[in-house]
């Protein structure tokens, strides 16, 4: 059974195994921040959700990542809810995410609700990547 809770100090190795995205040194800031879920199974960490705040204010899931052994089970959808409940009992009413146009991640956040709100194409050497799709989901209190 699934379990989603905060990333703690203890969690570090799992997490950057998890998440290549995220420079080390900058784990124990979402961990003390609370910016960080861990998603376990039976104990055994098998994804997570790291956020920030756009424009210092708007939640920004920055990384939903379940193993793929783990996928299509709930998983995702057990971090997503956590989060959003968090952030609407924080007085958010905006949420945001994006992936890329060629992740299949795209139809899994429609699903929930979230609408394209634009994308991103870099095409500076070094930084090229297929468009960053852009999703936003309104919340009620």
Not at 34 to 49: C, E, N
Request: hydrophobic letters at 35%; glycine letters at 12%; aromatic letters at 12%.
């Amino acid at each position: 059974m699934f379990r989603v809770r905060y990333a703690e100090a203890g969690d570090r190795e799992a997490w950057l195994r998890m998440d290549r995205h995220l420079p080390e040194e900058l784990f124990e800031g979402k961990v003390r921040d609370r910016m960080g879920y861990l998603l376990t199974d039976g104990g055994i960490p098998v994804g997570l959700l790291r956020y920030s705040l756009f424009w210092d204010s708007i939640p920004f899931c920055c990384l939903l990542f379940v193993k793929e052994a783990r996928r299509g089970q709930g998983g995702g959808r057990a971090l997503m809810d956590r989060w959003e409940g968090e952030m609407r009992q924080k007085g958010h009413r905006l949420l945001l995410t994006s992936t890329r146009s060629d992740e299949e991640a795209q139809h899994f956040y429609r699903r929930l609700g979230y609408q394209d709100a634009g994308g991103l194409l870099l095409t500076a050497p070094g930084y090229q990547q297929p468009l960053e799709l852009f999703l936003a989901k309104t919340i009620d209190e």
